[in-house]
């Protein structure tokens, strides 16, 4: 009996330690000193929510960075498609012989190079990344696409590289991972400098 008594006491006094004080605790701390990262890292224009920093996005109108692409729900970048796995995001599984991912691959392919022939396209463009999600593109990838936006808004190839380079993140640390640059936050910062005449959204900008 005695045991059994300090085992319930026992799961009671971790219960409330672990299952309530702990998450009280970091979640007040989180919000105090990282009040934007612990929200979700939500990017809001004129009071409203467009997105998030940490997720993709669609973007099909010329004058915008496109994303890489998606394999997350039917019409891609859906975090809550039915049949992803349990974080709500996937890539499409498909293995490198599956003629499904190779015909779509070569599609895209034609697709981008179409846009700016002669030139090797970056693989992030043609290819989805495993959470469908990725809200980064290669320095590569941003520096294929200088040419079509710089175009479409009407300025030169060196005012969008500016840009480009200001949204660019280097290695964590210096050497962890890549560069990545993030296409959202750079979509916008475009628009506040060479106004277009709707604001980026989850729509497709």
């Not at 891609?76 to 691959?105: C, E, F, H």
């Not at 175009?151 to 840009?163: D, F, T």
């Amino acid at each position: 009996m005695k045991n059994l008594v300090t085992a319930i006491l026992m799961t009671i006094v971790t219960t409330v330690l672990l299952g309530l004080v702990y998450p009280l605790v970091v979640t007040g701390v989180a919000q105090v000193i990282f009040p934007r990262q612990a929200n979700g890292s939500l990017i809001e224009r004129d009071g409203r929510v467009i997105g998030s920093s940490l997720i993709g996005q669609p973007f099909s109108s010329p004058g915008y960075f496109r994303p890489r692409p998606s394999a997350a729900g039917a019409n891609g970048y859906n975090a809550d498609a039915p049949g992803n796995s349990y974080t709500g995001s996937s890539g499409s599984n498909y293995g490198p012989t599956n003629q499904k991912l190779i015909d779509r691959v070569k599609a895209d392919v034609e697709k981008v190079q179409a846009e700016n022939p002669g030139r090797p396209v970056p693989i992030d463009l043609v290819t989805a990344s495993a959470s469908g999600l990725d809200p980064h593109i290669s320095p590569a990838a941003a520096e294929f696409q200088i040419p079509r936006v710089a175009v479409e808004r009407g300025v030169s190839q060196e005012q969008i590289r500016q840009v480009v380079q200001a949204h660019t993140s280097g290695r964590q640390f210096g050497f962890l991972g890549e560069p990545t640059v993030n296409v959202l936050e750079l979509n916008l910062d475009l628009d506040s400098k060479f106004a277009r005449s709707a604001t980026p959204t989850s729509a497709g900008g």
